[in-house]
T-cell receptor, first 116, second 114 residues
């Protein structure tokens, strides 16, 4: 079984600053994907960024980047130049590639508040 | 592409009645859909995996007779909350899987049981 842990229930950042959200996971799988999802007040889940475990290079999507440390089973999200629209719940998630079901396992979430 | 819709977005029902929530993949076929429940300020809790043409697989602790899931086509899965009670009030989210790992989420349904 997989577990995903987000140790920061709440965080805040000033607009235009940089913030890093932490995520650790536990698995015996070797092939998997990791995701960061954003859930704004509308509650629509939005995929922010994806990382394939076999890739050493950290994924980047515009202002969002990850620090993927496979040996440490760590997958943090860095948001640069934070914007008010980044205010949301952020969920880290894990999915094994070859296990039956391919179900997402979510972390508990981090509530991010971007302050003007 | 990869849009998933849910209907209704918000429903109020009386205790003891049943309510059906639909989840549709609008521009792709999904052999597998997932149903989640989310309480305020908490993470998504997987309730069941819905497979087209076969019975749903329920997570431990989820009452299959209360939460009926039907995946009748490659684009539609339904969740029926039977004999609803106030404790069933929650936010229900579906997702549809495309390929091996891609999941696309619906906008959610807020259920209030009075």
């Amino acid at each position: 079984a997989q577990t995903v842990t987000q140790s920061q229930p709440e965080m805040s950042v000033q607009e235009a600053e940089t913030v890093t959200l932490s995520c650790t996971y536990d698995t015996s799988e070797n092939n998997y994907y990791l995701f960061w999802y954003k859930q704004p007040p509308s509650r629509q889940m939005i995929l922010v960024i994806r990382q394939e475990a076999y890739k050493q290079q950290n994924a980047t999507e515009n202002r969002f980047s990850v620090n993927f440390q496979k040996a440490a089973k760590s997958f943090s999200l860095k948001i640069s130049d934070s914007q008010l629209g980044d205010t949301a719940m952020y969920f880290c998630a894990f999915i094994p590639l070859y296990n039956a079901g391919n179900m997402l396992t979510f972390g508990g979430g981090t509530r991010l508040m971007v302050k003007p | 592409g990869a849009v998933v819709s849910q209907h209704p977005s918000w429903v109020i029902c009386k205790s003891g009645t049943s309510v059906k929530i639909e989840c549709r993949s609008l521009d792709f076929q999904a052999t597998t859909m997932f149903w989640y429940r989310q309480f305020p300020k908490q993470s998504l809790m997987l309730m069941a995996t819905s497979n087209e043409g076969s019975k749903a697989t329920y997570e431990q602790g989820v009452e299959k007779d209360k939460f009926l899931i039907n995946h009748a086509s490659l684009t539609l899965s339904t969740l029926t909350v039977t004999s609803a009670h106030p404790e069933d009030s929650s936010f229900y989210i579906c997702s549809a899987r495309r390929g091996v790992y891609e999941q696309y989420f619906g906008p959610g349904t807020r259920l209030t049981v009075t």
